[in-house]
């Protein structure tokens, strides 16, 4: 059985903010990402900040899902499942025209397969923190979840549920 924790005290010196509509939606799926992968009673405390701007983006920046993005790469660094953005498993810098399949064993590999994989374009995108093309968005995203997914076993998470 789980054990029932009791919070005595807390303090913010902030306003709260106010998430609505798909913005709630993404600061749930935060939520539950630290909740999942974050072992119990471990110190954290950079994290916590990149917690606080992210959730503070999703009320002010338009650009919501770069967010989501910055801070689940945050989260595994933090872990310690940080993803190697900038060569290959095999030592060689990603290149932009090139593309890449990811295994969470080894890491990038270059694929000679048409569009299978990831582009390295957006693998620098990532790596930069700047991207611009709508396909980098959604391989960024489809990147992002699998390495997630490899972390998080077979349970899915509820907060992608209320998206459909």
């Known amino acids: 059985m789980g054990e029932v924790k009791t919070l005595t005290g807390a303090e913010t010196t902030d306003k709260p903010l106010a998430l609505h509509g798909k913005r709630l939606y993404c600061g749930l799926y935060l939520n539950e990402l630290l909740t999942r992968l974050l072992p119990r009673e471990e110190r954290h405390d950079g994290l916590l900040e990149a917690y606080w701007k992210s959730l503070v983006s999703l009320v002010h920046v338009e650009d919501i899902d770069w967010q989501l ?39 990038f590999t270059l694929t000679g397969r048409g569009n299978a994989g990831v582009s390295g374009a957006t693998l620098h995108a990532l ?28 349970r899915p998470l509820k907060s992608r549920e209320l998206f459909h």
């Open 69 to 107: 993005r910055l801070f689940e790469l945050r989260l595994l660094d933090e872990l310690g499942y940080g993803l190697q953005l900038a060569v290959t498993a095999d030592g060689e810098v990603i290149s932009e025209g090139r593309r890449y399949l990811y295994s969470p064993d080894h890491g």
């Open 127 to 154: 790596c930069n923190g700047a991207w611009n093309e709508r396909i980098e968005r959604l391989e960024a995203r489809d990147l992002m979840r699998t390495v997630l997914d490899h972390h998080l076993g077979h």
